[in-house]
């Protein structure tokens, strides 16, 4: 397998944990993510803790990122974040085209593709979000939608001498305590990884595409035993440093 597929545990703490309570929480990840060496950490904070937790993560190996950006790199953009900003922050990663983003603040595959490309030119690896909702499971439409937001992003990431992640995340997965099944995730990523080989192959070599819904400490391991589940995208829970250290150590790594 290619090197750059070695498993990804990224936590993605939401509006949760703004302030001094996510130092805590990162000085946590770092204590387990050192007895891991073979897995990579990352933690997604909001943005007001970016600069308090690059410090306490510095000389550690757990990564940063941020979970949003705007397209831009500076301008008249009251309340956005750009991603020239968040390098110099100390982040190397970013979500993009989260669900919640995608529904809640009405983010095109368009609009995610752009971010997508802002991220890839300041040298921030992207974690590009895709996922289906219930109504489009139930109509039988997950792997059209997940093929047209995979698609919307494919030149970009293609281009690409970074080898970004991709995280699937059916949404009806998101928060409700339900999991896509090991052989439903097996069936989207495997799909995932065609496309991205029909693309380019070394795309589909080196990506890595992670799982996000509801992962557990419970339900990781079988998840992150499919073949082509790289890592995990958690959300929940990442806010606990137990849950998620017992998350990082479910990975094949
Ligand atoms: P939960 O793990 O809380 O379901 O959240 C998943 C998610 O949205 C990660 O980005």
């Known amino acids: 397998m290619h090197p750059s597929r070695r498993p990804l545990i990224a936590g993605n703490w939401k509006m949760f944990h703004g302030g001094r309570s996510s130092v805590e929480l990162a000085s946590g990840v770092v204590a387990f993510a050192r ?3 073979s897995v990579d950490v990352v933690v ?14 510095d000389g550690s190996k757990v990564g940063l990122a941020a979970q949003n950006l705007y397209p831009k790199d500076t301008g008249a953009f009251t309340g956005e974040i750009s991603a020239p ?15 919640e983003r995608r529904q809640v603040f009405g983010e095109t595959d368009a609009f995610v593709a752009e971010k997508t490309a802002a991220a890839l030119a300041s040298d921030l690896v992207p974690i590009v979000c895709v996922g289906e909702t219930l109504a489009q499971r139930e109509a039988g439409e997950t792997l059209r939608i997940v093929k047209a937001q995979v698609d919307a992003v494919l030149d970009v990431i293609a281009r690409a001498s970074t080898a970004v992640a991709v995280a699937y995340e059916p949404v009806w997965a998101i928060g409700t305590g339900k999991t896509a099944g090991p052989a439903e995730a097996e069936e989207v990523h495997a799909a995932i990884r065609s496309w991205l080989e029909r693309k380019d192959p070394a795309l589909a070599a080196r990506t890595r595409i992670l799982y996000g819904g509801s992962v557990k400490a419970d339900n990781a391991a079988s998840l992150l035993a499919c073949p082509n589940v790289d890592g995990a995208l958690v959300g929940g829970a990442s806010l606990d440093p137990g849950s998620f250290g017992a998350i990082a150590r479910a990975t094949k790594g």
Do not use: D, N, Q, R
């Not at 803790?49 to 306490?56: D, G, Q, S, V, W």
């Open 85 to 99: 900003f968040l390098k110099e922050c100390g982040c190397a990663w970013a979500i993009v085209g989260h669900s």
């Open 35 to 37: 007895e891991l060496p």
């Open 44 to 57: 997604a904070p909001p943005f007001t803790a970016l600069a308090a937790i690059a410090e306490t993560l």
